[in-house]
């Protein structure tokens, strides 16, 4: 059974950084496409980076040159670095995974990930770590 959680979240001053991590359990080999989701208060839920088996990103705008997503295939550990953070990134934050291609022993069929993936083409979500900026 998979399961992802979420740890890093907390309070940080405007300007300041902070480092999401989302632990992947219950995969023969691993997650190949994996991603951040946050919802703010009073905003609807929106991706903000996700990272493919290529280790190829992609990035909401608001984040971009400030935001690094990467993955530790090893720990089957998700990360998101925050640096310069703003009081508009606060909000709750999801890790979210795919499920792995059919396996056979170690090896498991490869899956392609979606170019600009949204929350329902996930197959696995967290449940989400705070994140909190003031001004």
């Known amino acids: 059974q998979v399961r992802l959680v979420e740890s890093g979240g907390g309070s940080v001053q405007a300007g300041g950084s902070l480092r999401l991590s989302c632990v992947a359990s219950g995969y023969t080999n691993g997650s190949p496409c994996m991603g951040w989701f946050r919802q703010g208060p009073g905003k609807e839920r929106e991706g903000v980076a996700h990272i493919n088996s290529e280790l190829g990103t992609n990035y909401v705008d608001s984040v971009k040159g400030r935001f690094t997503i990467s993955k530790d295939t090893a720990e089957n550990t998700l990360y998101l670095e925050m640096n310069n953070l703003k009081p508009e990134d606060t909000g709750m934050y999801y890790c979210?995974?795919?499920?792995?291609?059919?396996?056979?022993?170690?090896?498991?069929?490869?899956?392609?990930?979606?170019?600009?993936?949204?929350?329902?083409?996930?197959?696995?979500w967290g449940q989400g770590t705070q994140v909190t900026v003031a001004s």
């Open positions: 979210a995974a795919v499920a792995e291609g059919h396996c056979r022993g170690a090896f498991c069929a490869p899956v392609i990930c979606p170019p600009d993936p949204e929350w329902s083409d996930y197959n696995y």
